[in-house]
């Protein structure tokens, strides 16, 4: 990728309130349904960011907090097996934003 490619990408990624470990974990669920929290950090899918940073994106990208509304771009739902864990799978929110930067990313070179 050229340096203007660079340019354009960051400008494309900034467009939308997201840190580059949603962005990450956005990505990585759209490619991966079913995740939970634990592969995402175990699994080494994600290039940066700590266990605590990822729980906490993950809230942020989902339902959120009381005191705080989340972005609504992930879903969770329980694990069948281990009611303790949550499978991630992007919203219709979701799809629709990570597939639109898809899109974007391939105009990029």
């Keep these: 990728m050229t340096l203007k490619g660079l340019i ?8 939308q309130p997201l840190t580059i470990i949603q962005w990450q974990i956005l ?3 759209a490619e991966n ?31 959120g ?3 705080r509304p989340g972005l609504g ?5 329980q694990h069948e097996d281990d009611g303790r864990y ?3 799978s992007l919203s ?9 930067l898809k899109q974007q990313i391939k105009s990029v070179k």
């Design 86 to 88: 949550f499978r991630l």
């Design 27 to 29: 990505l990585v669920v």
């Design 8 to 15: 354009k990408l960051t400008g494309i990624m900034q467009a």
């Design 73 to 77: 771009l992930l879903k969770k739902v």
């Design 33 to 63: 349904p079913g995740e939970t929290i634990t592969d995402l950090v175990n699994d080494g899918k994600l290039d940066c960011g700590t266990p605590s940073d990822i729980a906490v994106s993950v809230k942020r990208l989902g339902e």
């Design 92 to 100: 219709p929110k979701g799809k629709k934003l990570v597939d639109k």
């Design 65 to 67: 907090r009381h005191d």
